[in-house]
């Protein structure tokens, strides 16, 4: 069954800090990934998409980026953090032909 | 024109009623259609998925599709406080078959 491991739950960092989350996925192979973000009381804003090693579309113009390394990596990065940078993140995963599955978030305070 | 809509809400329904969740969508290329279940603080959960025009059935819960009126909907019969939560619709679609996500209808289930 496909498992979608993200870490840390929780992060607290300084404005002007990096950031750096990982996700990986166990389970599938060639997955479509997605970093999504919520602000507080707020819906998914899409992030980045990513259907393959090395390819990464952007859906929002800001100071985070993300790469994917390996087929079942994707990372998100960031080299100075703004306080607007807040909120819970999401890794998702789809198969070909299956539904979007979601890892467990990292909720990042920025301070 | 954004690509999935949703009514923020909140919806309130008292405990017993059917609660009607709507969802239009953009792409009319579009073939798979999702709706999923947030709790505050938690990832989101698929809750229900539909490809074809018509009524699905699961449980208490009901999706319906309608690709000529590019709209989608989720119906719960007899809400539980425990069903208050924030419902997400999404829509695969486009050149890459990426998921997207509406805003999220939040739902409250009045004991």
């Known amino acids: 069954s496909q498992t979608i491991h993200q870490w840390p739950a929780t992060l607290v960092q300084p404005v002007g800090s990096p950031l750096s989350l990982e996700c990986t996925v166990e389970?599938?192979?060639?997955?479509?990934l997605y970093w999504y973000r919520q602000a507080a009381g707020r819906g998914l804003q899409l992030l980045f998409y990513?259907?393959?090693?090395?390819?990464i579309s952007s859906e929002v113009p800001q100071n985070l980026s993300a790469s994917r390394p390996q087929d079942r990596q994707f990372i998100l990065s960031s080299k100075k953090l703004l306080l607007s940078d807040s909120g819970f993140y999401l890794c998702?995963?789809?198969?070909?032909?299956?539904?979007?599955?979601f890892g467990q978030g990292t909720r990042l305070t920025v301070v | 024109q954004k690509e999935v809509e949703q009514n923020s809400g909140p919806l309130s329904v008292p405990e017993g009623a059917i609660a009607s969740l709507n969802c239009t969508y953009s792409d009319r290329g579009s073939q798979s259609f999702f709706w999923y279940r947030q709790y505050s603080g938690k990832s989101p959960e698929l809750i229900m998925s539909?490809?074809?025009?018509g009524d699905k059935e699961d449980g208490r819960f009901t999706a319906q599709l309608n690709k000529a009126s590019q709209y989608v909907s989720l119906l719960i019969r007899d809400s539980q406080p425990s069903d208050s939560a924030t419902y997400l619709c999404?829509?695969?679609?486009?050149?890459?078959?990426?998921?997207?996500f509406g805003i999220g209808t939040k739902l409250q289930v009045i004991p």
């Open positions: 998702a995963l789809d198969g070909q032909s299956t539904e979007a599955f």
């Open positions: 990513s259907v393959g090693i090395g390819q």
């Open positions: 539909i490809y074809s025009n």
């Open positions: 389970g599938t192979s060639n997955p479509n």
């Open positions: 999404a829509v695969r679609g486009g050149g890459y078959q990426k998921v997207t």
